[in-house]
């Protein structure tokens, strides 16, 4: 089946480390995005990549890093320098840029810094 | 940044009630959609309104959009308990490429 698969769906950090969450994608689609979800909040956007080998920072991209190496992968790596990562991290796609084009979304990955 | 406000936060019914979800943004948009996200799962697609539409239907819903009053509504008529999800718009600004959030309602249908 077609779909977005993002891994881990639970994941612990420790303070000071940094920790890749996976995000997989077999729709072809070329826009891929990560957002931010605090609890009983909206989706803040995180980065963005409407290409392979590009993307670009959205609202709230410090102490985040991501890569496009490949057109189905956009992995996001938080970094030690979040220092409020705890948080549901879900990643998406669309077919091309977002406007006027569905989003599709994988089931979402929480992190728990402990 | 631009962002839809939906509008109760929280909204409680029976089931067979209808229930009204209301959305405003504050720039000119191409697109409003709406999401509907069942409680720590990822958002799913439900319906899509261009600027020059002023209401849709799909199945149960029907969306209105006035955008005079920069304004849209979600009608989800006879609830079911199922329906029971955090429900959210999503503005398309014109020229822009993001797709922004709003913070969403949050429905729950008692059986």
């Known amino acids: 089946d077609g779909g977005i698969t993002q891994s881990p769906k639970y994941l612990f950090r420790k303070e000071g480390q940094n920790v890749t969450l996976s995000c997989e994608q077999n729709l072809n689609h070329d826009a891929m995005y990560w957002y931010r979800q605090d609890p009983g909040q909206g989706l803040r956007l995180i980065y963005y990549?409407?290409?392979?080998?590009?993307?670009q920072k959205g609202d709230i991209a410090e102490g985040y890093s991501v890569s496009r190496e490949k057109k189905e992968s956009f992995p996001l790596t938080v970094t030690s320098a979040q220092k409020n990562p705890t948080a549901f991290y879900l990643c998406?796609?669309?077919?091309?840029?977002?406007?006027?084009?569905?989003?599709?979304f994988g089931e979402g990955s929480w992190l728990t810094v402990v | 940044s631009q962002q839809g406000e939906e509008d109760p936060q929280a909204l409680s019914i029976q089931e067979g009630e209808n229930a009204t979800m209301n959305c405003s943004y504050k720039t000119s948009i191409n697109n409003l959609q709406w999401y509907r996200q069942n409680s720590g799962r990822g958002l799913v697609h439900l319906i899509l309104?261009?600027?020059?539409?002023r209401e849709k239907h799909s199945g149960r819903l029907r969306v209105t959009l006035d955008t005079s009053k920069k304004s849209s509504s979600l009608l989800i008529t006879a609830s079911r308990a199922a329906d029971t999800a955090s429900y959210f718009c999503a503005t398309d600004n014109t020229g822009g490429f993001k797709t922004i959030f709003g913070a969403g309602t949050r429905l729950f249908v008692k059986a």
């Open positions: 998406a796609s669309s077919s091309q840029g977002s406007p006027g084009n569905t989003i599709y």
């Open positions: 990549s409407q290409i392979v080998n590009d993307f």
């Open positions: 309104i261009r600027s020059n539409e």
